[in-house]
Structures are given as C-alpha cells and as structure tokens.
C-alpha cells in the first residue's frame, strides 16, 4: 500500500518537477531549482481561495494538484441543485450543505497530503490578521463587489517607504480570475507594482438597466416582461412586501405574471430559468471556461509561489464564443489609486476625537464612508459589529485619536464600512495616513496638499 502511494505521488509531481528541479530563461531572480523547493511549497505556502461556486471547486482542484499542501477556502452560500451542472465537487446529496465545507472535503478526499480549510462565511467577517496569514490570495468570485473588498483588504497590508516608493515584503499578491459563458480572464495583481482591481474599475461594464415605460407600455423582449413583473407588478400587488429573489414561491409568482404578460404582447421565451438569470443577473456558466481560467489562475499562483517563470503582465482574457482567442494586456497602475496607492491623508489636530474622525468619514468628498470601525496596527480602535466587540470599544470614542495612535505624528489606520451614495452603498475598506498637526514639526503649511 505504501509503494502504491509512493508512486502515485511520484507520478503527480512529474511535471511539477520539470518546473521545480530544472534552471530556464524566464525564471525569477531569487529562483533555486531543486526539491528543497518542492518541499517548502508544501510546507510554508498558504493559499487562500475566495470562492468555492464553479470557478473555486476548479481552482482547489488545480491548486492541490500543483504541490500546495496548506489551503484554505472561504464562501458565504450552501449548495443550490442549479449548481451541480457546473460545480464538479458537489452532488445531488449535498444541496443545502456550505460549498466551502464540501468542497474541501472532497478534494481532500482526492488528493492525498493536502490539507483545506473551509470557512463558512462572509468575507466581510473575518478580521484582517486572517488575511495577513496567507502568501497568496486566489480569487474564484462572481461578484464586482466582494473583489473590491478583497482587493482593499491585500492592498491595505502594502507598506510605503519614506519616498513613497512600494515596499516589497509587504506585498499581498493576489490572482484574480473570472468567466462569464464562453469568455474569461486571469490576472496577476501585485499591489504597489501592478494596477489593482480597482485601477481598472472600468474593464467592467455598467449592469444593463431597463426604462420604466418601456417595460410598462412597450415591452419587446422576454426579459422586458419579467421585469415588469418583478420591479412593477409585485409591487401593485404586495404593496409594502420585499420581494426575496431566494423565495421560490416568489420566483414563481414572477414567472406566472411575467408568462402572462408575454402572452398578451406576443411574446416567445419566458422560461422559470429565464426568470431566475433576469432577476438576478445571473449570467450562464459554462463548465470548460471554468476549467481554462482555473488553469491560467493555478499556473500563475505557482509561478508567484516559486519563481520558476516571470508571472503574466498582467491581464489575460479568453473568448471561446467562436473558436478560440487568447489575448494578453499590460494595464497601467492609477498613481492616483485610493486603494494602493500609499494612503489618503487626512491631517488632524491633536484634540480631535475618535468620534469625530468617523463623524468626518462620512463627509470627506473621496470617501462617504458611513457606519466606520476603524483599527490601527492590530488595534481595534473601534468596531461597529459584532455588538459584543462594539460595547468593549465604545469607551474609545471619547478619546483623542492622537492618543490612540500612541501619540505618533503620522500613521495608517484602516478604515471600514459603507461607502458611497443614496441606495448605492457598498462594503468598503481603506486605508487612511493620519497625520497630525503641529507634531513633530508638521505645521499646517507642511499639509497644505492633504486631502
């Protein structure tokens, strides 16, 4: 039994090692070819996987299969049936289960000497000492909003020196990957180095918005006549009730009055699954585009880890729709970035509370920020939730924030909370340098070009 293990690794590691064990001329600098680098992959790399839907159960897969032994998945949402046709590691046994937990066990299961971690959660709640932990940060994520809050979280370790200049030790390297149908991307984002997710917020489309009279008078498309049952004619019946797109029930009643009103137009197309994407914006997935960006992911995370080749620069995309194109594109990091960039200013006076920091979030014109905690170092300085946490740092409010920041002249606090406008507000996290007038020879014409 042992030999059949024995071998069996062997012939796992066998291309592995062609990339391991031999020199090339696309290596990194502090590349040393050898097993000893083998087996420090195992031992101290740390990967975490954000995201265990179709795209995650692919990357873990990957991940385990290319010499990482210590990792760690995270994901918020439990197995739904419209899954499995896509989501490898899950079956018919496991709906209503955490798709963090089963895919774990599965691949585990697999793949022998790996270890995952899953955890069943929000990304918003966990702390960030668990993300300081890892080397590596993959991301398997379907939505806009979570990779802003990933992409804050790494970029909010990076350090800058004295010129302003990125310190390497303190980089969070993540890779980013995402598929919608036939098409796809994979990214390397070096924090500091290469432009950041939200650098280039604009690679990403706004979300197709129907006019009111349209769908009322003139609908022409399927889609117009469920969401006219959804954002119209719900509420003209269940006056004050929120419609709960995760309702079945509700889903179905949107389909019924959405096929009603199709029929009446002429209208071909209205399916329940229909219903499901337009109500929720869902876009179908398809099973072999999870698997190439996985792929595309799972090399460049190993390419990071070891240095066996220069990583991608820095965009990848890949359109299967009509055959097969691959393109690659080197985007500019925004020196003006408020997310890896070296840190908003904000100047203070000495006596300003820690309350009235948070009061003044909400106002200053590049952050809107409502509903803050804020920590300094591993200081939770003060923490809107949970409420357990709230009441022990209450008693901070009344205090000067200079004494807090141990009555240093300048530092970084991290701030998080909701950020934006009206019914547009998002979970955010930044980065602030605090500094402090007349502290160590910083005078108010010293911080003339603060924000």
């Known amino acids: 039994m042992a030999q059949s293990t024995n071998s069996s690794s062997s012939s796992r590691s066998r291309d592995l090692d062609k990339l391991l064990l031999r020199p090339g001329h696309l290596v990194a600098s502090t590349f040393e070819p050898g ?41 918020m949402d439990t197995i739904e049936v419209s899954n499995l046709n896509r989501q490898f590691l899950f079956r018919l046994q496991d709906v209503g289960k955490p798709k963090a937990e089963v895919a774990a066990k599965r691949v585990m299961e697999r793949v022998s000497g790996v270890n995952i971690v899953p955890h069943f959660c929000r990304i918003e709640d966990k702390e960030l000492d668990f993300y300081s932990e890892f080397s590596i940060i993959v991301l398997g994520l379907d939505s806009i909003e979570a990779r802003s809050y990933i992409n804050a979280v790494a970029c909010g370790f990076l350090e800058y020196d004295s010129e302003d200049n990125p310190r390497e030790e303190t980089m969070k390297p993540m890779v980013d990957g995402g598929t919608e149908g036939f098409k796809g991307h994979a990214r390397v984002i070096l924090p500091g180095m290469t432009p ?24 022409r498309t399927a889609a117009h006549c469920i969401e006219y049952a959804h954002l119209i004619k719900w509420d003209e019946v269940h006056s004050g009730k929120s419609f709960d797109p995760d309702n079945p029930e509700h889903m179905q009643w949107v389909y019924l009055e959405a096929s009603k009103r199709a029929e009446l137009f002429g209208i071909q197309g209205v399916t329940y699954s229909l219903t499901q994407g337009v109500v929720k914006n869902i876009i179908p997935a398809i099973a072999s585009t999870n698997a190439i960006i996985s ?5 460049e995370t190993l390419k990071l880890a070891s240095g066996c080749s220069k990583t991608l620069s820095n965009y990848l995309t890949y359109n299967g729709v009509e055959g097969l194109h691959t393109k690659v594109t080197e985007f500019v990091k925004d020196k003006e970035c408020l997310v890896c960039g070296p840190g908003i200013l904000i100047e203070l006076d000495t006596s300003v509370t820690l309350k009235s920091f948070i009061d003044q979030l909400e106002d200053h014109p590049k952050l809107l920020i409502a509903g803050a905690s804020v920590t300094h170092g591993r200081n939770n300085l003060y923490m809107q939730a949970p409420p357990t946490l709230e009441e022990l740092t209450r008693s901070n409010l009344s205090l000067p924030l200079f004494d807090l920041m141990d009555k240093s002249s300048e530092g970084i606090v991290h701030v998080t909370g909701l950020a934006g406008k009206g019914d547009k507000k998002q979970s955010c996290l930044r980065k602030l340098r605090v500094a402090f007038k007349g502290v160590g020879g910083i005078t108010d014409t010293d911080m003339a070009g603060g924000a």
Request: aromatic share 8%; net charge negative.
């Open 196 to 219: 950041c997710f939200e650098c280039t917020i604009w690679l990403f489309p706004p979300q197709v918005k129907f006019p009111l009279c349209t769908l009322a008078e003139t609908p």
């Open 35 to 75: 097993t000893q680098l083998r087996d420090d992959l195992e031992e101290y790399v740390k990967i975490l996987v954000v995201g265990a839907g179709g795209l995650g159960c692919e990357l873990l897969k990957d991940l385990a299969l290319s010499g990482f032994r210590n990792l760690e998945v995270i994901d």
């Open 295 to 299: 792929a595309a992911c799972a090399l």
